[in-house]
């Protein structure tokens, strides 16, 4: 792409999508590998007020909304594949590699590595879970079967089940011998039932606001009595259309996420009970996922090209800053189903 187009297409998402899609989108196709330090920084450093503001302000809520409404007509389901469609080999590249976690982890020490907070946080969900060891667990959004393999590594016999939307990360599990679906959770009715748990490690971001009444409803219909429902996910903080879901779009095209209150209602409305709700922080696993990727720099470029090494260079900063900002929080939930 010539300069000109670049600088057509910069003033065009500018005036119609925002200043920071227009800057992540331009960064996104720089014509060379972005630099780790500049980069991290232009999205890390507090940004002028103005700038800010303007960031912000801008597109005004109604062409947001309209934005949105529209992205959100087209397939969710293919646009959540293809983000984990790119390449087991790329996301091995930056991911924990004991257990392929794509999700926050717990860095409780300065020298805890990323595998070791991947580890620490499973343990934590584990314990949430409050297993005796043969119950039938399903994982919703299993990605590389992370969960499943740390449950079975600790001794777990109760059947394991997930679902995922990825190819790649179901060829992936089913060599690890789990027995794991091309199961879309929003439209696709769940098979197995009933499980004694449910559980969601960073998947409930991918349901949309019009989708969060039917999955809980479905959660709590495919749990037995006294059943629990686990999940790690993030919500938004304090506005239902902020401008960063404009942004979001370009990694996620499709997607939307929901209010925190607005999943605990729906929760709730369904029959769960809330017995547990805590907030983590996704800022160092952001990082530690930026540094490993720029460690790995030319395997990536072999692997993805130029184009998808710069639109995670630009997505881990991006997704950091929106935690910074506290537009979302990260929360992990526990939902009890009664005996009776
Ligand atoms: C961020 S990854 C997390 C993976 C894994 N739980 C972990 O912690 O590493 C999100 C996962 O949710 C899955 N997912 C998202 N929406 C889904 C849907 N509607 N049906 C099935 N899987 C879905 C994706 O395929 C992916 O495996």
Known sequence: ???????????????????????????????????????????AQP?????????????????????????????????????????????ALFLDNQYRFYSAADFLHEQDTLEDAQHNKAMYLRSLLRL???????DLGCGWGAMLKLLRDQGHSGELTGFTLSKEQLAYVQELGFNVSLTNFITTPFEHKPFDRILSIGALEHVRPDEVEIIHQKIYAALAPGG??????????????????????LFFPGSLLVMHPVHIE?????????????IHDYKPTLRAWYDRLVA?????????????????????????????????????????????
């Open 228 to 249: 629990l429902a686990v999940h790690q996910f993030f919500s938004l903080e304090y506005e239902p259309y902020p401008a960063s879901m404009v942004m979001i779009q």
């Open 47 to 91: 940004q002028p007020s103005l700038m800010k503001w303007f960031a912000r302000a801008y597109p005004p809520s109604p062409i947001r909304k309209a934005f949105l409404d529209s992205m959100l007509e087209q397939d969710h389901a293919s646009g959540i594949e293809s983000h984990y469609d790119v390449s087991n080999d790329f996301y």
């Open 132 to 138: 005796q060891g043969n119950e039938k667990i399903l």
């Open 266 to 278: 729906a929760a709730k409305q369904a029959g769960f009970h809330i017995t547990h709700d805590s």
């Open 1 to 43: 792409m010539g300069n000109l187009e670049r600088v057509s297409r910069f003033t065009s998402d500018l005036a119609t999508r925002g200043l920071l899609y227009a800057i992540a989108q331009d960064r996104i196709h720089s014509p060379i590998p972005l630099d780790p330090k500049e980069n991290w920084a232009f999205w």
């Open 296 to 340: 790995h720099r030319e395997q990536a470029l072999n692997l993805v090209g130029l184009e998808t090494y710069n639109r995670y260079m630009t997505f881990f900063p991006i997704s950091w800053l929106f935690f910074e900002q506290n537009e979302a929080k990260l929360h992990r939930v526990v939902m009890e189903k009664s005996v009776a």
